[in-house]
């Protein structure tokens, strides 16, 4: 098991978690309050929850399916985040900030899951 509050990459998706909190999610229109804003939402802290999640595991293979997740809702962050720029519910700044902070633990997570399969 390891001490996810040690993984670098955990502490990158910690804080894109607060950024789409705090910086992306106020700018939705009330009315997507259940819809795109509450996906936006739990694919952020999906991310953190499996890095989380796959640490108390015991063998490299169950950590890694985990990131492989976490993974995943990365790239629906990345998705949402861009469907929401496209609807014009945040501006183009907000989605360059937050799509530059998505592909870095994209990036993080792809490099640690290839250095556990190695």
Not at 4 to 10: A, E, N, T
Not at 42 to 50: F, G, H
């Amino acid at each position: 098991m390891r001490d996810y509050k040690k993984l670098q990459v955990w502490e990158k998706a910690h804080k894109l978690v607060l950024f789409v909190y705090k910086q992306v999610i106020p700018k939705f229109p009330k009315h997507q309050q259940y819809d795109l804003m509450s996906q936006c939402k739990r694919a952020a802290y999906s991310i953190t929850l499996n890095i989380v999640q796959g640490s108390g595991r015991t063998t490299e293979k169950d950590f890694t399916h985990f990131l492989d997740m976490a993974l995943g809702s990365a790239h629906e962050l990345e998705y949402s985040c861009l469907l929401a720029k496209d609807l014009d519910y945040i501006n183009i700044e907000t989605y360059e900030d937050v799509n530059s902070k998505v592909n870095e633990v994209k990036a993080m997570l792809i490099a640690l899951i290839k250095s556990i399969r190695n």
